[in-house]
């Protein structure tokens, strides 16, 4: 499969965010691309940095004009489309939502993000309700994409249910940075992390993992944080968590990237990880705590 990611650097204008990714994919389309993914909430600035009710207006309807832009891109381009939007359920009721679209325009299916952060900068716990849909697998002309978002790349629970349920690949879209204030080598540390952890992903479940972050700096409107410098680094693993590709830490990327699908079935013949579980031993992996 021929996988088309792009790491964008955002900019206030929603409208040139768009425009922009649109003829990236069309590029990309242009070249091969079958499946093109993009970073999370990409159509603004990462607006979690702040806590500011007027930001709830930057939310869309699914389904909407919006939903209907994304469509037409993957329409009239033949191919599967990974976007991730601020989607408004209801006034009061938002959510972070991946939605995926078929070569045909049509709306393959959606993941609401489970995991949702609260830190610095991170302040995500104020304006996205938990998923509600839970870990499934989207079903393409492509085949069945286990599209999880950012914070949910953190949990090993996460990859496994979406493989247990049939997942043909991981796919991750991203908005993660560095914080100023933190050393360079814990900055390098942080990054490293990132990328480990994913990689373990697609070597315990024997999938292809496909990881797509924003970069570039964006500053924090409240001036309480010098903002985030998205470390980009945008990557593509096979499913012994080899690096197909790795995007630079500081640069806008738009590339395809050859992902051997017949690849995961002989590495799960040899490392039958899912056969060797031993289930009836892992109750208490749905305890908080285990005192």
């Known amino acids: 499969m021929k996988v088309g990611i792009i790491q964008q650097h955002n900019t206030a204008d929603i409208a040139s965010n768009r425009n922009r990714l649109a003829a990236k994919v069309d590029a990309l389309a242009a070249q091969g691309a079958q499946l093109v993914v993009l970073q999370e909430l990409h159509d603004s600035l990462y607006f979690c940095q702040t806590e500011d009710v007027s930001l709830f207006d930057l939310a869309v309807e699914i389904p909407s004009d919006v939903t209907a832009f ?18 408004k359920r209801a006034t009061g009721l938002y959510h972070n939502t991946a939605v995926v679209f078929d070569t045909d ?16 900068a991170y302040y995500e716990k104020f304006y996205f309700c938990p998923g509600d849909i839970g870990f499934e697998p989207i ?35 991203t908005a993660i940075g560095y914080e100023s204030s933190d050393t360079p080598e814990e900055q390098e540390r942080q990054r490293e992390a990132w990328t480990t952890v994913q990689r373990g992903h697609a070597v315990a479940n024997g999938l292809p993992v496909v990881a797509v972050n924003r970069v570039g700096y964006e500053p924090d409107p409240s001036g309480q944080t ?9 990557f593509v693993a096979g499913p012994q968590g080899e690096f197909l590709f790795r995007a630079p830490n500081d640069e806008e990327i738009e590339t395809i990237v050859e992902v051997d699908m017949k690849r995961s079935e002989n590495v799960r013949r040899w490392w039958p990880f899912l056969r060797d579980r031993r289930i009836e031993n892992y109750a208490g992996i749905t305890k908080r705590f285990l005192d």
Request: a positive charge; glycine letters at 10%.
């Open 70 to 87: 994304y469509a037409e891109v993957a329409k009239r381009n033949g191919i599967v489309l990974v976007t991730s939007l601020f989607e």
């Open 226 to 234: 010098n903002g985030i410098q998205f470390w980009g680094s945008s």
């Open 105 to 120: 325009g049509s709306m393959a299916g959606k993941y609401r993000k489970m995991h949702i952060p609260d830190d610095p």
């Open 139 to 173: 079903n393409t002309s492509l085949g069945r994409l286990g599209v999880l978002v950012c914070w949910d790349q953190w949990y090993p629970e996460a990859a496994r249910l979406m493989a247990l349920k049939g997942a043909d690949m991981l796919i991750y879209p």
